[in-house]
């Protein structure tokens, strides 16, 4: 049982390059989950999703992409990266119900020069 | 739109002593969890203590024990008999029944000295 699992931990991008962030779950969660953290900002959610096939946004999506195609697995896309997407990112998952905890992976730190 | 408010960006503590992290929200829901997680230098997020909003019992994990005021919409974090392990960011956390976001705090950066 490996839990939440996230590729690569690190990467460097030039502005206008696209990515994929990776994401993947073993636990069979229905909730999945992308945030990103900033220095004085804590953990801001960009997309989640309850389901497969279902996503939506969260407080900072603009620039990024996603789709829930399996419940293993939920994919961040970013476009045309931006010197403001340099970040730490972190995906979760839980089993649906507001009061289940959350997993979380252990993030991939993203500079784009 | 829910928000949590963690105003106190860093603190320190003895080892051995008692501290208390502070956290405010605000919401017009009724039905919703509050959490608390820390983040060690690690960077793992790791999940310290959760608490129903319907129940008025303040939850505890052993050395961990929250104040839940639900009138005020304080929910503070007491870290008892503080060690060395303690040292972490530590992030208070909301999250609605209905919608099923985890919206977080800015965060509290604990330093515990020997």
């Known amino acids: 049982n490996a839990g939440v699992t996230q590729t690569p931990k690190f990467q460097v991008l030039k502005t206008g390059q696209s990515m994929t962030l990776q994401c993947a779950q073993d636990m069979n969660h229905e909730y999945m989950s992308w945030y990103r953290q900033d220095p004085g900002m804590g953990l801001r959610l960009i997309h989640y999703s309850v389901g497969a096939g279902i996503t939506d946004q969260g407080e900072v999506p603009n620039g990024y992409n996603v789709s829930r195609s399996t419940t293993e697995d939920f994919p961040l896309r970013l476009l045309s990266a931006a010197p403001s997407q340099t970040s730490v990112y972190f995906c979760?998952?839980?089993?649906?119900?507001?009061?289940?905890?959350?997993?979380f992976g252990p993030g991939t730190r993203l500079t784009v020069t | 739109a829910q928000t949590v408010t963690q105003s106190q960006p860093e603190m320190s503590v003895q080892e051995a002593e008692t501290v208390t992290l502070s956290c405010t929200y605000d919401t017009s829901e009724n039905n919703y969890y509050l959490f608390w997680y820390k983040q060690p230098p690690s960077r793992q997020m790791i999940l310290v203590i959760r608490q129903e909003a319907y129940k008025q019992q303040n939850a505890t994990e052993n050395r961990f024990s929250v104040n839940f005021q639900k009138a005020a919409k304080s929910f503070s974090l007491k870290i008892s008999d503080s060690q060395l392990g303690d040292t972490a960011m530590y992030f208070c956390?909301?999250?609605?029944?209905?919608?099923?976001?985890?919206?977080f705090g800015q965060g509290t950066t604990l330093q515990v000295k020997p």
């Open positions: 979760a998952s839980s089993h649906r119900g507001g009061g289940s905890e959350q997993y």
């Open positions: 956390a909301f999250i609605s029944s209905n919608t099923g976001k985890l919206i």
